[in-house]
């Protein structure tokens, strides 16, 4: 019953930063877990970061801890990642997801799904 938007996404240099952000046309509850999926070429879909609403706990990967950080505005009911320190590694299409039955790394546990925005960090 949830429909996701990302945006943000872009082309930006090695180091740079870049801010994603996710609409959800209905309302997250608070029992809801939003998170972040990326997937390269060839590649399947990766856990990047996720938010407990109701822990408002945030879980990231390590390929994005420390530089990466997921955060909600419920005002505007919107899911953000600002990504910081951006590295060739990192160049993907980004997707936002909502669970509605707990949080997990594995992108089959996820209902709802955006359509994707592109990053992609040059060398």
């Known amino acids: 019953q949830v429909q996701l938007v990302e945006s943000g996404g872009g082309l930006v240099q090695t180091g740079g930063s870049l801010k994603l952000s996710c609409a959800a046309s209905?309302?997250?509850?608070?029992?809801?877990?939003m998170a972040w999926f990326r997937r390269a070429p060839e590649k399947g879909r990766e856990f990047v970061a996720a938010?407990?609403?109701?822990?408002?706990?945030?879980v990231y990967a390590d390929s994005a801890r420390g530089r990466f950080t997921i955060s909600r505005d419920n005002t505007k009911n919107t899911v953000y990642l600002q990504m910081n320190s951006l590295k060739p590694e990192d160049t993907a299409a980004y997707y936002c997801?909502?669970?509605?039955?707990?949080?997990?790394?594995?992108?089959?546990?996820?209902?709802?799904w955006g359509q994707g925005t592109q990053v992609t960090v040059s060398s």
């Open positions: 209905g309302r997250i509850v608070d029992n809801y877990v």
């Open positions: 938010f407990n609403y109701s822990s408002r706990s945030p």
């Open positions: 997801a909502a669970s509605t039955t707990g949080y997990s790394p594995h992108d089959d546990k996820y209902h709802y």
